[in-house]
């Protein structure tokens, strides 16, 4: 099974559980093998599925600000786990490559093999919740039909990004392409590189 298929299964699998509870405080109970490239990619969406969820409670105009920065900083926190588990997930990809030998023609990706699988999970739960958006009842026919034409073009996107990654994986593999480890170095989370928080 291709990589793209195998991720969008568990992508869903993840939202579906999810929305069990539709919880943003439910615990995750991750049903693949830990240290498994599986687990690391239900555990990503499950981030991303719980963050969704805070991005929309935030965006209540009646929140209290008090609950307001606690979820901004719940967000800030779960935007470092979703970053440091991409970086596991690359050196997961790397490790596979690792054997395979690039061909003096061979070129980077502009984004890494991890990256391209953010993108695939946050357009699982944007073909979910559009998908929802686009069978409302209460809606009315012009917004449905607008939702449906939203949803088509998400779910092209998502034929479109399953070639290219699966393409990007096969090239690696066969060293048409190259990869590098590469690090998002964020800064403002960091107590010895946000100005605000070492001079403190």
Known sequence: MKISETAWQIFNQSIEDYHK????????????????LEAMLYHKNWIDTVQWHLEDIIRDPNIAPEEALQIKRRIDNSNQKRTDLVEDIDEWFYHKFSSSTPSSEASLNTETPAWAVDRFSILALKIYHMDIEARRNEISEELKEKNQDKLHILRTQKQDLSIALDQLLND?????????????????????????????
Do not use: I, R
């Open 21 to 36: 509870s539709d919880n943003v405080d439910t615990a995750m109970h991750n049903p693949h093998e830990p240290n498994t």
């Open 172 to 200: 690696l593999e066969t060293g048409n392409k190259k990869m590098k480890l590469y690090k998002q170095m964020k800064m403002y989370n960091d107590k010895e590189l946000n100005p605000v928080l070492y001079n403190k």
